[in-house]
Structures are given as C-alpha cells and as structure tokens.
T-cell receptor, first 116, second 113 residues
Framework: DSGVTQTPKHLITATGQRVTLRCSPR?????VYWYQQSLDQGLQFLIQ???????AKGNILERFSAQQFPDLHSELNLSSLELGDSALYFC???????????????FGSGTQLSVL | AQKVTQAQTEISVVEKEDVTLDCVYE???????LFWYKQPPSGELVFLIR??????QNEISGRYSWNFQKSTSSFNFTITASQVVDSAVYFC??????????FGAGTILRVKS
C-alpha cells in the first residue's frame, strides 16, 4: 500500500458529462501529480501541485483542470467528456517540491474512467 | 526531448526462468534519473529502483538486478528465477531537472507455472 488514496476506483459516464476524481496524498507529502494512462498514449504527465500551488503542467487538455486544497488532497476535474478520455487516471505524491529530478513518486491505484 | 523506449511489448516465460526487460532512453541532460516501476494486476504503480546518471554500478536486490550502461543509454532489468507473482507490467522511466517523469510504453511480463 503506497499510502496514496484515490476515489472512486471506477467511474462510468456519458459523453459531454463532467466528473471529479479525488486524491489524498501520503501523509506528509506536499506534492501531488496527476497522470493519465491510456492504451494509445501510455502514461502521460498531466499536472503537478505543490502545497496548493500549480507547479508544472504537462499534456493536460483545456477541458481538464485540477486543484490542491489546504488539507493537501487534490481533485482532477474532467469536463465535456469525450470517448477518448476513457483511461486510467493516476494520482501520485512525493515529499519534495517536484523541482528535483530524483523524487520518488508514490502512486495510488488509479481511477478507471469509462466514457460511453 | 526526453524519450524512453521499451521495445518488448510482451514477454512470456516459464517459472524459474531468468528474464531481462530492456529499456533505452534519450536525453540531452547530463544529470538525470532512471526508474523502474511495476504495475501488478491490481493496477497500482510500485516503485522498484531509482538510479542517477553518475552511478553506473549495477544493483542487485534479491532476485532483481539492474544494468545501467550510459554508453548505450540503456537501463535493463533482470529477474532471476522468475515467479508467477512477478507477472505484471513493468515501466522504465526517466526524469531530469525541469522535466517530469517520462515513462516508456511498458513491458507485459507473463510468468507461467
């Protein structure tokens, strides 16, 4: 058990809808990362937050947004969903700021999103 | 741009066989870190090892060993005497300053009893 909690484990929704994925980092970790795993794109970095502030952005669509709250949990909001958004969304946390390249990321078990 | 290539999409072995998972990376940075993660059927990504670009010593941890060769930009992972519980998807990943973790496509390892 990595200590990173993601809810829900599975989510089934329809195109055009909006969903929110939730992540609680390991105790003490200040950085939260979101990754998307799909069959065609593999594991891709979406966005990182450190202590409530956005620190880095990857291949995140404009329809997607995230935030990290004062209690350090994070939410990833996906809107106007399309079939291609179906994927496994991972949250990871680390103890550092995310500026150093050597940080070990601890991953949650993911949220499987199915858009029908 | 950073890139990680895991050319082996899927490998099947019989229990107790040794198996090597290949990883080739590309980066222009002189300081970087290489990682291996395991994704068992449960779905969670589990950290296995981290190696920095200045440390080319091979590492052994139980049945696992890693061979890092800068000359060939490779960071290969060997499982000795494989077991059914080793069945998983294994990801090689690369990060450097200012760049977030970039993953390879993963190698599916199936160990049959």
């Amino acid at each position: 058990d990595s200590g990173v909690t993601q809810t829900p484990k599975h989510l089934i929704t329809a195109t055009g809808q909006r969903v929110t994925l939730r992540c609680s980092p390991r105790s003490g970790d200040l950085s939260v990362y979101w990754y998307q795993q799909s069959l065609d794109q593999g594991l891709q970095f979406l966005i990182q937050y450190y202590n409530g502030e956005e620190r880095a952005k990857g291949n995140i669509l404009e329809r997607f947004s995230a935030q990290q709250f004062p209690d350090l949990h994070s939410e990833l909001n996906l809107s106007s969903l399309e079939l291609g958004d179906s994927a496994l969304y991972f949250c990871a946390s680390s103890a550092g700021t995310g500026l150093l390249a050597n940080e070990k990321l601890f991953f949650g078990s993911g949220t499987q999103l199915s858009v029908l | 741009a950073q890139k990680v290539t895991q050319a082996q999409t899927e490998i099947s072995v019989v229990e107790k066989e040794d198996v090597t998972l290949d990883c080739v990376y590309e980066t222009r940075d002189t300081t970087y870190y290489l990682f291996w993660y395991k994704q068992p059927p449960s779905g969670e990504l589990v950290f296995l090892i981290r190696r920095n670009s200045f440390d080319e010593q091979n590492e052994i941890s139980g049945r696992y060993s890693w061979n890092f060769q800068k000359s060939t930009s490779s960071f290969n992972f060997t499982i000795t005497a494989s077991q059914v519980v080793d069945s998983a998807v294994y990801f090689c990943a690369l990060s450097s300053l200012g760049n977030k973790l970039v993953f390879g496509a993963g190698t599916i390892l199936r160990v049959k009893s």
